[in-house]
């Protein structure tokens, strides 16, 4: 055991000096490092908590947009039934599914067709692709559409992707910000952005899904008792009301005072829009958005307005009438502004979320953890410092209890430990949290127990008359069984807090178990060679231990 | 030269007869493990909010906290603790601010009904927490200028009761993992009787949680399975040795084979626990009161996982009756015999 072939020395004093090299930049002030060759630039990657910044966790409201689906699907089924002629008595959505019932039975067949047909390949570039709804008869007279499992699996992940990708638009625009943005379980995102001073803005670009779209007003808006029917049995939770006429919806004003009905189909919504901008009312002064639709839509809304002048049209901005002008003439240019009670600061906030896209989905904080800079250097402080107190008094215990030489192999091998793990932690891009920290003092305090099963196990054999050298190599040979097995079982804790933990607690798996594996190389491999290599320049006749 | 080492004060071959110490053992255990169930009963945990949800946020003023922000607070804001944490002046590092909870908002007041109206439906929509949040830091931002926001925390109920389960999943699947190992690599009595221990160990450890009433989080999670695998890494230790004796002295009754082990591995189990406890204290006084509660779990646990090994793990391979001739005492087992 106390013998080291040439390479294996060779290679054990190159992997330590490896891990001094990698380790080092993490201790020198950032002008110095910036001289050192370019793989000497890498340092640990701090976790929030210890650089600051916001960690939020956001839940999609897939039920929302499940709903929209079920209404999409509603409003085609009623367009094509009416484009072929064929009267329906009701269509409704009843507990996620589509009901309709013909007002004469003949009809129903054909209408199966029709239904049938708006049924498509979920995804059409695959071939067998499952179909997006389900059609069954109902009665003799009625069906009812179901939306497929694969069809909802669908939405959930192009709501997500896209959510992702309007924050990070929206958040980030400049993409220079170092953000994670990541979807996480079933309907979840989990973001992370470090440093974060403006965590209300961010806040802001979550709660607004600014979903923008310009709805002709109705008739029945003019009529008394559907309005006020429509005002008092609106549900503000599902956005549904009582309405008079089939293809129609009630919103309510901003204000919240009163509300208008509208038609409830449009082309004109936020993908419309090419760009928006805050601006000032030229003839009151009051701040206003500007916007400019994109080519298509400019022609779909110059039609609208042209068909409609003298009507009034609702802009819609997540559920809410924010203004209804009327139309005074066609509107062909595709320009024009939005006028209602904007301060210059929410007008400018509008046109940005404007900008960055609708979310297709409300978003909930579901979990938020924010930290300062200052408390995450302070953090970064006391445990630099308890580190420090630690490692000393480790060490200073260390040779009281072993003496000078077995002391001093018991103490380097404890640095090399702690330059192991910040290198290693450096290499592997592992990212270091508060209880990360802990991880590492803890491991100071751990990790000398190797040291000490072995210098106690030489001790032994020298008391029980071995000559010094073979109670070294005793004692190095029977201590490993119980050194790996103490370890392993550490690890096994280590590897399951990782894999059940979450956020900071797993920062904390991670130095724990780097710790045990670069403790036991340090101790078994390491403090070995160190008693090698005194071994041969001194040969003692009798060991200070 | 010669060499001074403490070590040499500690004898090589202690002869305390910890063996005879177990049914007094025995008896402290119980009682303090039995004290520890009916504390959860009573006093229960004090979760912090990664498992109980709502709303923390940290603030700072710069100076010492106004004195009257704690009775303003608690009126405004019902059922919220002010924490004063703060670091005696001289000292290497300095804090001194506000740490305020607020329990877990009411998520479903839109099921409520009729009384509550449409914005307050739609903002207990947007987020309970959040809001509360909200409210909270305007109402300290309005009353005190100096007043700077130093961390802010929000965990909704689905999360916080996900995070339960998962802590609570992880210290099981630990315990059962470790016990798959010891039971591969000992007899089966061995694993009883470390998986005994651990239990010990941790019921303890919540026990002191609860007596005292400290915030029972997610590092506290940590801190358990930490002190599971130190425990552990104690009692085999021991366990290690006992095997080793049980093949070098094969006439020697259990007991004694049992106590010559737990005497042989002392001096060993004291400095490691030493060193432990020396690292840890730096910790607790110096690590900031971020890991206050870690270092504390861990101190405790140090202390009591270091008594298990030697007065529960061990005397349990007495009781479950570890038969002498098993596969521990076949030299042909992983280690050989000879120097």
């Known amino acids: 055991m106390l013998f080291f072939s040439r390479w294996k020395t060779f290679f054990i004093i190159g992997l330590v000096a490896l891990g001094i090299i990698f380790a080092a930049p993490n201790a020198m002030k ?82 199966l067709d029709i239904v049938r047909a708006l049924s498509v390949p979920v995804d059409p570039s695959q071939i067998g692709s499952p179909k997006t709804t389900i059609v069954t008869p109902v009665g003799n007279d009625g069906f009812s559409v179901e939306i497929t499992a694969a069809q909802i699996e669908f939405i959930r992940k192009r709501t997500i992707d896209q959510s992702i990708e309007v924050l990070r638009d929206r958040i980030d625009p400049s993409g220079t910000t170092e953000m994670t943005l990541v979807r996480e379980g079933d309907d979840r995102i989990l973001l992370q952005v470090p440093g974060a001073k403006n965590i209300d803005e961010i806040k802001a670009a979550i709660n ?228 990360g920290i802990a991880g590492i003092i803890l491991t100071i305090g751990m990790a000398v127990d190797a040291n000490v099963l072995i210098f106690e196990r030489i001790r032994e ?85 | 030269m010669r060499d001074i080492s403490l070590v040499k004060f500690l004898p090589v071959e202690p002869r305390v007869p910890f063996v005879k110490l177990r049914i007094g053992a025995a008896v402290l255990s119980t009682i303090a493990v039995v004290f520890s169930l009916f504390l959860f009963l009573t006093n229960g945990l004090n979760y912090g909010i990664d498992f109980s949800g709502g709303v923390v946020t940290t603030v700072d003023f710069g100076q010492a906290p106004p004195s009257d922000v704690q009775g303003l607070v608690q009126e405004e804001f019902t059922g919220s603790t002010v924490q004063n944490i703060s670091q005696p002046a001289g000292s290497a590092i300095m804090y001194d601010y506000l740490r305020i909870s607020l329990p877990l908002q009411d998520e479903d007041l839109a099921t409520e009904g009729e009384t509550a109206d449409a914005d307050e439906i739609r903002q207990a929509q947007t987020d309970a927490q959040q809001i509360a949040q909200k409210e909270l830091i305007d109402f300290l931002e309005s009353r005190y200028e100096t007043v700077r926001i130093d961390a802010t925390e929000t965990v909704s109920g689905k999360v916080s009761g996900e995070l339960r389960r998962k802590g609570l999943l992880a210290v099981i699947l630990a315990l059962g993992f470790v016990l798959a190992y010891i039971w591969f690599r000992f007899e089966w009595q061995f694993g009883a009787g470390a998986v005994v221990a651990l239990l010990h160990d941790v ?55 049992i106590n010559v082990s737990i005497n042989d591995t002392l001096s060993r189990t004291i400095l490691t626990s030493v060193t432990t406890l020396l690292a840890l204290t730096a910790l607790f006084i110096l690590g900031g009161p971020g890991l206050r509660g870690f270092s504390f779990a861990m101190i405790w646990g140090v202390i009591v996982g270091t008594y298990s090994s030697i007065f529960v793990a061990s005397p349990m391979l007495l009781m479950l009756n570890l038969k002498r001739g098993s596969r521990v005492d076949a030299p042909k087992d992983a280690e050989s015999q000879t120097a």
């Open chain 1, 30 to 111: 950032p002008e110095t490092r910036a001289n050192l060759p370019g793989f000497m630039q890498k340092t640990i990657n701090l976790g929030l908590d210890l650089q600051g910044g916001a960690h939020m966790l956001l839940e999609v409201d897939l039920s929302s947009v499940l709903q929209q689906a079920l209404v999409n699907e509603r409003t085609g089924i009623l367009t094509e039934l009416r484009d072929s002629n064929l009267r329906a008595d009701t269509i409704r959505i009843t507990n996620g599914i589509v009901v309709g019932k013909m007002r004469r039975a003949e009809d129903q067949a054909a209408a």
């Open chain 1, 208 to 435: 607004k899904t600014a979903n923008l779209s310009f709805h002709l007003v109705h008739g029945d808006s003019n009529n008394e008792r559907a309005l006020r029917q429509a005002m008092e049995t609106f549900d503000p939770v599902t956005g549904e009301a009582r309405l008079a006429s089939i293809g129609t919806r009630y919103f309510p004003n901003e204000d919240g005072a009163g509300g208008l009905i509208v038609e409830e189909s449009t082309r004109i919504t936020g993908e419309c829009l090419e760009n928006s901008s805050p601006g000032v009312d030229p003839d009151r002064g009051n701040p206003i958005v500007n916007f400019k639709f994109n080519f298509r839509c400019s022609r779909l809304f110059g039609e609208m307005t042209a068909r409609n002048i003298g009507r009034p049209f609702a802009v819609v901005l997540d559920g809410q009438i924010i203004t209804a002008p009327n139309i005074r003439s066609a509107i062909t240019g595709g320009r024009g502004y939005i006028e209602g009670s904007f301060t210059p600061d929410s007008a400018s906030e509008l046109s940005r979320l404007l900008n960055a896209g609708a979310l297709p989905a409300k978003l909930l904080i579901v979990e938020e953890r924010t930290v300062s800079a200052e408390l995450g250097e302070a953090s970064i402080r006391a445990g630099q410092v308890a580190s420090v107190i630690g490692l000393l008094g480790v060490a200073i215990f260390m040779w009281l209890s072993y003496g000078l030489r077995f002391g001093t192999i018991a103490v380097l091998a404890l640095a090399t430990n702690i330059a192991l793990i910040a290198a290693a932690l450096t290499i592997l891009g592992a990212t270091l949290t508060l209880p």
């Open chain 1, 461 to 545: 054999e020298t008391y029980n008359g071995r000559p010094p050298v073979n109670a070294i190599e005793t004692g190095y040979r029977r201590s490993l069984a119980p050194i790996l097995d103490a370890n392993i079982t550490t690890m096994i804790a280590a590897i399951t807090l990782y894999f059940v933990g979450s956020g900071p607690v797993r920062g904390f798996a991670v130095t724990l178990a780097i710790g045990i594996v670069t403790s036991v190389f340090t101790a078994v491999v390491f403090a070995r060679l160190l008693t090698a290599t005194w071994l041969r320049g001194t040969r003692p006749k009798t060991l200070p231990i």
């Open chain 2, 203 to 257: 019921i303890l450890t919540l026990g002191v949680f609860e007596l005292f009433q400290i915030e029972f989080n997610l590092a506290i999670i940590a801190a358990i399975l930490t002190i599971v695998g130190y425990s552990l890494n104690d009692t085999v230790i021991v366990y290690d040795r006992i095997r080793e004796n049980l093949r070098k002295f094969k006439k020697m009754p259990l007991v004694d084979i």
